[in-house]
């Protein structure tokens, strides 16, 4: 991976947060991303060129009035006064290269001198155990603080840890041994029998990402929703609040698209899914 630096920017020593997302169902990190980014007004430092990630190209996601800027699979943006680096993915990764995409990711945040990493991402409805909405969308988290992934000040927050994690479950024990360099024949082999529904979670991109910055010795939270696919907006809002949230930022001091508080609407998210129905029709 290289991180090609834009002319006249320079990357901020206070920054020492790097929020991104893990592509999965609805693409909830990705957006969440996009609205911290506008909200936070970050800008665009450089952009990081990988292998691992397909090729593509796009207008600018958050100014409207074209500066003949282009947007890149991946991005790097800081916003000094949030103290934050935010990186936006908006391609998908490679079959099969997840876990190298991780590595360069990892030696990255290390080779920039990033103290925490917080991964935004979503899993399948679908999947959710136990359906509990009485207080709204429900955050859950996974933390390497503590070996069972909990961490209190996400407890203080509210949210639930993901009990799906087990570091001694056999697929999360490969994920360590990959991140860490540490692969056998032997390890190689448990990939060969059949995955069980234990082995979901720890299939998924956030999984890698969570590894490979662990083996780096960084503090990884991952923050997690449920959703399904279709309108994820308010999925987004949420997951974005709750970054907020852990880094000590209130949204409600952005300075939002109406002048006043709250966050700021990417340019972009006007034609995400398209015009609004005809009411005529109902």
Known sequence: MEFNLEEGKHLYD????LILPALSIGNVGQLAVDLLISSTKAERIGYLDDPNVLPCVGNDAYIPTPQGELALPLEAYESPSSALTLIQQRSPVVKGMMIEYAKNLANFAVA?????????????FGRWQTIDMSSGQQIYYLSNTNVDGADDQCEKLGWKRMKEYDPNQKLWKYLNTLAEGNVSPDDISLLEDDLGEEDYYPSLPFAAMFSCFK?????????LCYCSEGDNIPDAFNLAEAACNLVGLRPDNFKGNEGGGGWVIPFSWQSVYGPPPDMSLF
């Open 14 to 17: 206070e920054c020492s947060t």
């Open 112 to 124: 920039c001198g990033k103290k925490h990493i917080i991964i935004l991402s979503s899993l399948d």
């Open 215 to 223: 083996a780096k010795g960084l503090k990884v939270t991952c923050l």
